[in-house]
């Protein structure tokens, strides 16, 4: 999606309906900074407000995700490229963040291994080289939490059995058997148990 096109068409809308961006404001319940941010392609309209401001604005979602009224004989196609779009926006927020899991499992892991080394190697109490190593044990373990929540909700799990790709509860996932992102768990369509393999695309 176009921010820029998207905000210079709510801005031509608006106008054409007769609203300053201080009526349309009122009208939504938000601020007119907030239509000003929309207009500058800075922002893009809470999912809540987007029905409301379409009916306002006398257009439709497809539209408003266009930048552009679309007409009937363009509907579909239009449609179909928007939903294209949207997939590799999400694939590549999705890439984003895979690569980001393993940069927090890094990090994470490098100190806790700093952590243990300074207790094995320097002359300390002992009360102090446990305080150490449970100081690198409590990130790593929040880190990695925070990982697999991660690799749980960026892409899908493909199914080894049906080839159904979904997105698994964070249980599922934290529980399960696993080799790098590959994790055995049970499909929610065939209900069998398999190597479910993380997939981006669905």
Same mark, same amino acid.
């Given at each position: 999606?176009?921010?820029? %096109?998207?905000?210079?068409?709510?801005?031509?809308?608006? &106008?054409?309906?007769?609203?300053? *961006?201080? *009526?349309?404001?009122? &009208?939504?319940?938000?601020?007119?900074?907030?239509?000003?941010?929309?207009?500058?392609? =800075?922002?893009?309209?809470?999912?809540?407000?987007?029905?409301?401001? !379409?009916?306002?604005?006398?257009?439709?979602?497809?539209?408003?995700?266009?930048?552009?009224?679309?007409?009937?004989?363009?509907?579909?196609?239009?449609?179909?490229?928007?939903?294209?779009?949207?997939?590799? *926006? %999400?694939?590549?927020?999705?890439?984003?963040?895979?690569?980001?899991?393993?940069?927090?499992?890094?990090?994470?892991?490098?100190?806790?291994?700093?952590?243990?080394?300074?207790?094995?190697?320097?002359?300390?109490?002992?009360?102090?080289?446990? @305080?150490?190593?449970?100081?690198?044990?409590?990130?790593?373990?929040?880190?990695?939490?925070?990982?697999? &929540?991660?690799?749980?909700?960026?892409?899908?799990?493909?199914?080894?059995? !049906?080839? #159904?790709? #979904?997105?698994?509860?964070? =249980?599922?996932?934290?529980?399960?058997? #696993?080799?790098?992102?590959?994790?055995?768990?049970? @499909?929610?369509? @065939? #209900?069998?148990?398999?190597?479910?393999?993380?997939?981006?695309?669905?």
């Amino acid at each position: 999606m176009d921010q820029m %096109k998207i905000g210079r068409f709510i801005a031509e809308r608006r &106008k054409q309906c007769g609203y300053t *961006q201080v *009526q349309l404001a009122e &009208k939504l319940n938000i601020t007119d900074r907030a239509v000003s941010k929309w207009e500058t392609g =800075r922002s893009m309209p809470d999912s809540a407000l987007m029905p409301a401001l !379409c009916e306002l604005l006398h257009i439709t979602l497809n539209d408003l995700f266009n930048g552009e009224v679309i007409e009937m004989e363009d509907y579909k196609k239009k449609s179909e490229e928007l939903i294209i779009e949207m997939a590799k *926006q %999400k694939e590549d927020a999705d890439k984003k963040l895979l690569s980001l899991e393993i940069l927090i499992g890094v990090l994470a892991s490098l100190v806790l291994i700093g952590m243990i080394a300074l207790a094995s190697f320097v002359n300390m109490p002992d009360w102090l080289r446990i @305080c150490l190593i449970v100081a690198g044990f409590v990130p790593f373990i929040i880190a990695m939490i925070y990982a697999i &929540k991660i690799e749980q909700t960026a892409g899908y799990y493909e199914c080894a059995e !049906c080839g #159904h790709k #979904h997105v698994p509860s964070f =249980r599922s996932v934290l529980f399960a058997p #696993h080799v790098g992102r590959t994790r055995r768990m049970t @499909c929610p369509k @065939c #209900h069998r148990k398999s190597w479910q393999k993380k997939v981006l695309n669905k």
